[in-house]
């Protein structure tokens, strides 16, 4: 229970303090006189120039040799001449490759809004979609970054969420046998599939006779329309529980807050089901550091990570504030602390309760001084806000703001 009367599940952080963000330079131009009275009043050092556009100034530099060549050639009739083809075909070429470096600069340039520094860091090497929360992910080539998350057609990162009939929420915390739910959509159904179970399919587009339910999501409220007793019944037998629904969350509904839930975040991160953040990176160098350190292997599906990186460190996600993938751009917040949810095997469904969750405490555990904020809970991946939506897919380069 925290100071505003929210109740917790025990693997549930604190507000951890924000991360000291970068500061970037200022945008620059330059501007051309038109007449020679404009050119009188606008004068500027070459220092000026240099400073805004180094092609620009190596190009006027090229021109004002070139012009300087040719009054030289007009004074001195008397020397021997070098054949004119060659010397206009060296200007020209000279002058298309200023101008193309020229080109190439300014579109590094766009490339770097309010003129940030970029650097390549990694490549994406796999993206996951989780439609139904805490059920299995489906992998796409592809996904757009929208505010709430990952996006392919249809499918919405934890866009639907099994409950109980009071509302609460259920996932494989407490049902492990949810990871073997696997999820696709199809010509604007959505279908499920488990062992020894008849398919279920069901629009994404509820009727609006189906009632909304009142959602209860780790101390806070949020709305889904219920997708029906066929799909209510279909989750109870699989699971052989207590009644449980599905519901699904529709665009119109009103998201949670990161923020509320996590002070890092922005008040316009937003989500729909997912625990606290958008997005969740994770590099391959990460998990294959643990392996080394375990008897049994895990596989990314332990940590259930929306983008995977490879061509980094082991942890160097850790690092990155603000990242640029595709057309998108995200704002790193804090680490994701782990639970006991990473010890289910996604193949059996089977709660382990120890590892990798014990080899993971044993050297990713927090400083001393943001125990407050993750207590006993090892770090693995890290969360991110979204700062602008695009298109994102595998083998694009990640790039780090410095």
């Known amino acids: 229970m925290d100071s505003r009367g929210i109740s917790r599940p025990d693997f549930w952080p604190r507000f951890p303090p924000k991360r000291r963000g970068l500061q970037w330079g200022s945008r620059g131009g330059v501007s051309s006189p038109s007449s ?34 040719a009054m030289a050639g007009s004074a001195l009739q008397s020397l021997p001449k070098p054949r004119p083809g060659w010397l206009l075909a060296s200007a020209g070429l000279a002058v298309l490759v200023m101008l193309g470096a020229a080109a190439a600069w300014r579109r590094r340039r766009r490339l770097r809004p309010g003129r940030r520094e970029l650097k390549a860091v990694g490549r994406v090497s796999g993206l996951f979609i989780y439609p139904v ?7 796409v080539e592809r996904a757009e970054v929208t505010e709430l998350g990952l996006r392919n057609g249809d499918l919405g990162d934890r866009c639907w969420l099994v409950i109980k009939e009071d509302g609460h929420t259920v996932t494989a915390r407490q049902e492990p046998q949810l990871v073997l739910i696997s999820v696709s959509s199809e010509n604007g159904c959505l279908t499920l599939r488990a062992p020894e179970m008849k398919d279920l399919r069901i629009p994404v587009q ?100 929306n983008i995977l990186v490879t061509g980094c460190s082991s942890h160097e996600e850790d690092t990155w504030d603000e990242i640029t993938i595709g057309g998108a751009e995200m704002k790193g917040a804090m680490g994701c602390p782990r639970c006991i949810l990473t010890t289910v095997d996604p193949d059996t469904g089977i709660m382990d309760r120890k590892e990798p969750l014990e080899t993971l405490k044993s050297y990713r555990l927090c400083e001393t001084s943001e125990r407050h904020i993750y207590r006993t809970h090892p770090l693995f991946g890290w969360y991110f806000g979204i700062d602008k939506t695009g298109t994102i897919q595998v083998g694009d380069i990640v790039y780090k703001a410095i």
């Open 36 to 69: 020679a009275a404009a050119k009188a009043s606008r004068e500027r050092p070459a220092s000026h120039i240099n400073s805004r556009c180094p092609f620009a100034a190596l190009l006027l530099s090229s021109v004002a040799a070139a012009a300087a060549t």
């Open 133 to 139: 929360k805490s059920c299995r992910g489906v992998a």
């Open 206 to 305: 509820l009727s609006v006779k189906n009632p909304v339910q009142n959602c209860r999501l780790f101390g806070f409220d949020v709305q889904g329309r219920d997708c029906g007793e066929e799909a209510a019944q279909w989750i109870t037998t699989f699971l052989k529980s207590e009644p449980y629904r599905l519901v699904h969350f529709e665009p119109n509904m009103v998201p949670r807050n990161s923020k509320d839930l996590m002070e890092p975040f922005r008040p316009t991160d937003k989500i729909a089901y997912p625990d606290c953040s958008p997005v969740m990176v994770l590099s391959e160098a990460s998990l294959e550091e643990l392996n080394t350190r375990l008897d049994k292997k895990v596989t990314i599906r332990n940590f259930r990570p």
